[in-house]
Structure formats: C-alpha cells, structure tokens
C-alpha cells in the first residue's frame, strides 16, 4: 500500500508561481512513475506532468508546458510540481499519483494511488 500526501496549494494572481510536493510513504514508489493530475469544477481529471523513477523520462500536458517542471526525489520518495506563470484556467485540484509501472501513461485509469488533492486558485 502506498499512501500519498500533497501539500503547497493556496491562492495566488495570475502570473504568479506555486510549488506543490507530494510525499509517499508506505511501499516504496522510487522505482515507479509518479504523476500529477488536476481536475476543474465540472471536469475530468487531466493529466498534468509525470516522470519516471530517474527523472529521465518526463511528459507534460500542452497546456503547461514550458510553464510547470516536475522533479522527484527519490530518497523522499517525493515529487515537486513547480508551477510559474500560473493561469486563471490552472485553477483545480491538484492530485499527485503513482502506479507500478515504469511506464508515463497519461489516463487516470492506469493509476493505483492517489492523494487527497491539494487546491490552487488563481485569481485573474
């Protein structure tokens, strides 16, 4: 079992820039692809960022590329989502994720464990 805890939500203006972690604990997830996802008031979850257990291998969704940088650290068992340059259309619930598959998939199904969610607001 792995249990996932994000942190770093809040509110900020637009143009602005949030970090979010994700700590895991329980079975060890350095060797697994570890994900962010986020889901809008009356949308779908959507895939945001994801990178493989060395950091080589990472895939983000268009609408934040070149804005957001995902970063792992394994002997945390943690992964950071830096966010800058922050959009009023950025604003959701975060969730970080993690399967056991060395492989990005970019589909919420293919996830085992989620967080609570961590929320962003950014005002416009």
């Known amino acids: 079992q792995v249990h996932l805890v994000e942190s770093g939500g809040g509110l900020v203006q637009a143009g602005g820039s949030l970090r979010l972690s994700c700590v895991a604990s329980g079975r060890t997830v350095s060797a697994y692809v570890m994900a962010w996802f986020r889901q809008a008031p009356g949308k779908e979850r959507e895939f945001v960022a994801a990178?493989?257990?060395?950091?080589?291998?990472?895939q983000y969704a268009d609408s934040v590329k070149g804005r957001f940088t995902i970063s792992r650290d394994n002997a945390k068992m943690s992964v950071d989502l830096q966010m800058n340059s922050l959009k009023p259309e950025d604003t959701a619930v975060y969730y970080c994720?993690?399967?056991?598959?060395?492989?990005?998939?970019?589909?919420?199904?293919?996830?085992?464990?989620w967080g609570q969610g961590t929320r962003v607001t950014v005002s416009s």
């Open positions: 994720a993690t399967d056991q598959s060395t492989v990005i998939f970019t589909t919420p199904h293919e996830y085992d464990y």
């Open positions: 990178a493989t257990w060395s950091s080589g291998d990472v």
